[in-house]
């Protein structure tokens, strides 16, 4: 009897509370559950916390018969999500690049969960929606924006590879072209322009926007859940296919080229708010490979002994002088 009652309760909802999280608000209203990230200061980006939160919210709404539709969205009105949080790939992936394969994981799965979660989900697009913030959005099943909002990919020009749901599903939604210009130009697409593109399936002023986001959900609720759960399915083909003939190969190549030095140089410019030289990115790819492997092209910093690009005047840890003029 103790068994059938614990796995009674696994196979069930459990109250927000009981979760205890840090990085995201999880409530539960009627058939609605609402999932934010609670990050405002970094303009809700997520760092591994936050993945590791959503994904176990996504398994509790799948759980959760009392729930038909999901929202995510983010706090305040600055930010939807903006992707993975610089600071933290910097500060722990970038000295450590084989970390970023287990980041990679985590975020995945966190994909899986919400893709395959069996319900309509919305995203309520409440600001901006920037790199894997518009992947988390792509994975939702529509969204609704505040007629602020811009919509952007940001790999390119920053160090990495969108290919965490940009890459794969842009093409399917907007198009091949549109995607190439969101991909390779990384430029701001604004809340029409994406309704124009297919991006997003309505804009309304901000504060229209909650009442926007319960319509539609009253709507989705007012279908049959099985028939709606195996749309969803069949719908989801071209994205599952494109995802997991992709995935795989992203995780490692974004591994293996997480402490190259395009990236570091990416990280770097972000955490100063500096522009890139991209000129001299181009000279220095075209004067010699790119430092991949840190046993080659390396020396110590002569003050704290950390190990850095042999090109670098000065140590990005403790800032002495590497070199002598």
């Not at 990679?104 to 901006?128: Q, S, V, W």
């Not at 994406?194 to 804009?203: C, D, F, I, M, T």
Request: a negative charge; proline letters at 4%; glycine letters at 8%.
């Amino acid at each position: 009897m103790v068994q059938t009652a614990q796995n009674d309760s696994l196979l069930s909802g459990a109250t927000p509370e009981s979760f205890n999280f840090r990085r995201i608000i999880y409530t539960k209203k009627n058939y609605t559950a609402t999932i934010a990230i609670n990050r405002p200061d970094v303009l809700n980006c997520f760092d591994m916390v936050t993945l590791n939160e959503l994904g176990q919210a996504f398994q509790d709404v799948q759980r959760d018969d009392n729930i038909a539709v999901l929202v995510i969205t983010g706090v305040g009105d600055k930010a939807f999500c903006t992707g993975a949080d610089l600071k933290e790939q910097e500060e722990a992936i970038l000295k450590k690049p084989n970390d970023y394969y287990k980041w990679m994981y985590a975020f995945i799965e966190m994909h899986d969960r919400l893709r395959n979660i069996g319900k309509p989900t919305i995203a309520r697009l409440n600001g901006m929606v920037v790199g894997g913030g518009n992947e988390l959005n792509m994975a939702c099943d529509l969204a609704v924006a505040a007629d602020h909002i811009i919509i952007k990919q940001v790999g390119a020009a920053r160090g990495s590879v969108a290919a965490g749901g940009a890459t794969q599903w842009l093409p399917l939604i907007i198009g091949d072209r549109r995607a190439r210009e969101m991909l390779l130009l990384c430029e701001n697409i604004d809340a029409y322009t994406a309704l124009e593109w297919g991006l997003v399936n309505q804009v309304v002023p901000y504060s229209l926007l909650d009442s926007a986001v319960e319509q539609l959900a009253e709507k989705l609720y007012n279908k049959l859940p099985e028939c709606t759960r195996y749309t969803k399915q069949q719908l989801n083909f071209w994205r599952d296919f494109s995802w997991a003939m992709t995935i795989g190969h992203a995780r490692d190549w974004l591994s293996l080229h997480a402490g190259a030095f395009e990236t570091a140089q990416g990280l770097r410019a972000f955490r100063k708010k500096t522009e890139i030289d991209y000129t001299n990115i181009r000279e220095h790819a075209a004067g010699q490979p790119p430092i991949i492997n840190p046993g080659h092209g390396m020396k110590p910093c002569p003050e704290c002994n950390a190990i850095m690009a042999e090109e670098f005047k000065f140590c990005g840890e403790c800032g002495k002088q590497m070199t002598q003029d």
